[in-house]
């Protein structure tokens, strides 16, 4: 038998999967809308200059991960590779401009052309959430007491926070000074990406993975005291707003982010379950120039990578215990089928999850069927059962049996199946 694979780094999610993908975004609406967010779609693809302009040019994102095509029209389009920037292309369209806050989530499928490995596919899903309008220590505070709870409610509550500072706008100039002088020393022991971001982005290079270079910046010389008094005092504000919501944290100097837009806050939650690809979401404040606009709008939030949430409670063999069928339905003639098609349709009225047959196949084969799709009960009418107007429901954990009129069936096997769950 042929097999047709999707393209690498693409995923096809059958139900046993798609449970558990629920079971996160229904946690994610439960907890944000609690925080007062409500849920945003935007396109997955946008034009081109939204990333380039909002993200930055010099961004190994933009430089090398985006999947950009030209339309019949010749306007460059791109496959969105994170959230943030759509949504704050649909948020220009707001009073956010005039410093009206807006809170918004939103999740779905990004694109970026990486190599694929576990945990990190071309096309991945994101849960996100964006605060926008406004600047303040304490929404930066907020907003990751919602992502803590948001991984307590799916059963991650071990992630660790690591927090950073990337200060503001001005205070980079000095700070990127001293640490170019610091890596141009080095510069020939390091990597070849490491040798590019010197010129391009030298705050890239804090970021680096490789054991050699690791090496190297961990002797790289403390930055933040470059910082002004007042970006200082803003990171100590959000430290300060973190110990008293008793949400536990450890600063990280050399997080920095992927992404130029990011000020003050930047932070990541890693989970020792994914061995080397630990983070499982990261986020942080902002500054996003929206179209047609020539000041920055304020914004602060993060992004959970689906696949990897789904890795880290896979390691941790948490399920969703999804609801299987609660009733298996086996007729053993056309006319108890029909019967059964009927009985199926009040039973799904009545909020219950239903299985059956309705091929001509025999009863073994039919309760492997019943077996196979983990009801709790199995509902079999025969020729004979049909005549005396009964039915026998069979409870598939113990194998115990009982025979029930038709005129009872309804209520018997909704009080049951009402205790079993």
Same mark, same amino acid.
């Given at each position: 038998? *042929? +097999?047709? !694979?999707?393209?690498?780094?693409?995923?096809?999610?059958f139900e046993d999967e798609a449970s558990e993908w629920r079971f996160l975004e229904s946690a994610a609406r439960e907890v944000f809308?609690?925080?007062?967010?409500?849920?945003?779609?935007?396109?997955?693809?946008?034009?081109?200059?939204?990333?380039?302009?909002?993200? =930055?040019?010099?961004?190994?994102?933009?430089?090398?991960?985006? %999947?950009?095509?030209?339309?019949?029209?010749?306007?460059?389009?791109?496959?969105?590779?994170?959230?943030? $920037?759509?949504?704050?292309?649909?948020?220009?369209?707001?009073?956010? /401009?005039? #410093?009206?806050?807006?809170?918004?989530?939103?999740? =779905?499928?990004?694109?970026?052309?990486?190599?694929?490995? !576990? #945990?990190?596919?071309?096309?991945?899903?994101?849960?996100?959430?964006?605060?926008?309008?406004?600047?303040?220590?304490?929404?930066?505070?907020?907003?990751?007491?919602?992502?803590? *709870?948001?991984?307590?409610?799916?059963?991650?509550?071990?992630?660790?926070?690591?927090?950073?500072?990337?200060?503001?706008?001005?205070?980079?100039?000095?700070?990127?000074?001293?640490?170019?002088?610091?890596?141009?020393?080095?510069?020939?022991?390091?990597?070849? &990406?490491?040798?590019?971001?010197?010129?391009?982005?030298?705050?890239?290079?804090l970021d680096c993975k490789q054991e050699a270079c690791g090496k190297i910046i961990a002797g790289a010389p403390e930055y933040l005291?470059?910082?002004?008094?007042?970006?200082?005092?803003?990171?100590?504000?959000?430290?300060?707003?973190?110990?008293?919501?008793?949400?536990?944290?450890?600063?990280?100097?050399? /997080?920095?982010?992927?992404? &130029? @837009? @990011?000020?003050? +806050?930047?932070?990541?939650?890693?989970?020792?379950?994914?061995?080397?690809?630990?983070?499982?979401?990261?986020?942080?404040? %902002?500054?996003?120039?929206?179209?047609?606009?020539?000041?920055?709008?304020? #914004?602060?939030?993060?992004?959970?990578?689906?696949?990897?949430?789904?890795? !880290?409670?896979?390691?941790?063999?948490?399920?969703?215990?999804?609801?299987? !069928?609660?009733? @298996?339905?086996?007729?053993? +003639?056309?006319?108890?089928?029909?019967?059964?098609?009927?009985?199926?349709?009040?039973?799904?009225?009545?909020?219950?999850?239903? *299985?059956?047959?309705?091929? &001509?196949?025999?009863?073994?084969?039919?309760?492997? #069927?019943?077996?196979?799709?983990? $009801?709790?009960?199995?509902?079999?009418?025969?020729?004979?059962?049909?005549?005396?107007?009964?039915?026998?429901?069979?409870?598939?954990?113990?194998?115990?049996?009982?025979?029930?009129?038709?005129?009872?069936?309804?209520?018997?096997?909704?009080?049951? +199946?009402?205790?079993?769950?």
């Amino acid at each position: 038998m *042929a +097999t047709y !694979a999707p393209p690498p780094g693409t995923a096809d999610i059958f139900e046993d999967e798609a449970s558990e993908w629920r079971f996160l975004e229904s946690a994610a609406r439960e907890v944000f809308s609690r925080y007062g967010y409500g849920e945003l779609r935007t396109p997955v693809f946008e034009y081109t200059e939204l990333f380039q302009r909002g993200l =930055g040019g010099e961004t190994e994102v933009v430089q090398k991960e985006m %999947y950009t095509f030209a339309d019949r029209g010749g306007r460059s389009l791109t496959l969105r590779p994170e959230g943030t $920037a759509g949504v704050m292309r649909a948020l220009s369209n707001t009073d956010v /401009l005039n #410093g009206v806050e807006q809170r918004v989530y939103y999740m =779905g499928p990004m694109f970026r052309g990486e190599r694929p490995a !576990a #945990g990190r596919r071309r096309q991945f899903h994101q849960i996100g959430v964006e605060n926008v309008g406004r600047c303040a220590p304490l929404l930066d505070a907020e907003c990751l007491a919602m992502l803590r *709870a948001f991984l307590n409610r799916i059963g991650l509550a071990d992630a660790e926070l690591v927090i950073n500072t990337r200060g503001v706008r001005e205070d980079r100039p000095a700070a990127e000074k001293v640490l170019r002088e610091y890596f141009s020393k080095h510069i020939g022991e390091m990597c070849d &990406d490491c040798r590019t971001r010197l010129e391009r982005n030298i705050w890239r290079i804090l970021d680096c993975k490789q054991e050699a270079c690791g090496k190297i910046i961990a002797g790289a010389p403390e930055y933040l005291e470059y910082f002004s008094p007042e970006s200082r005092e803003y990171f100590s504000s959000v430290r300060r707003a973190l110990d008293t919501l008793g949400v536990a944290y450890r600063v990280e100097p050399r /997080l920095v982010r992927g992404l &130029d @837009y @990011y000020v003050h +806050t930047v932070f990541e939650l890693t989970h020792p379950a994914l061995g080397a690809q630990t983070a499982i979401a990261g986020g942080g404040r %902002y500054e996003l120039f929206l179209p047609g606009q020539n000041r920055p709008v304020p #914004g602060v939030g993060f992004a959970a990578g689906v696949e990897r949430l789904l890795l !880290a409670r896979q390691a941790l063999e948490k399920t969703n215990n999804a609801e299987n !069928a609660a009733v @298996y339905l086996v007729g053993l +003639t056309p006319e108890t089928r029909i019967a059964n098609l009927a009985l199926a349709n009040r039973l799904r009225e009545s909020g219950l999850k239903v *299985a059956l047959e309705l091929e &001509d196949r025999s009863f073994k084969a039919q309760l492997r #069927g019943a077996n196979k799709s983990g $009801a709790r009960f199995a509902v079999i009418r025969g020729g004979d059962e049909a005549a005396r107007g009964v039915a026998v429901v069979k409870n598939m954990s113990d194998g115990s049996q009982i025979e029930i009129s038709d005129g009872q069936l309804f209520e018997h096997i909704r009080r049951e +199946t009402a205790q079993t769950r």
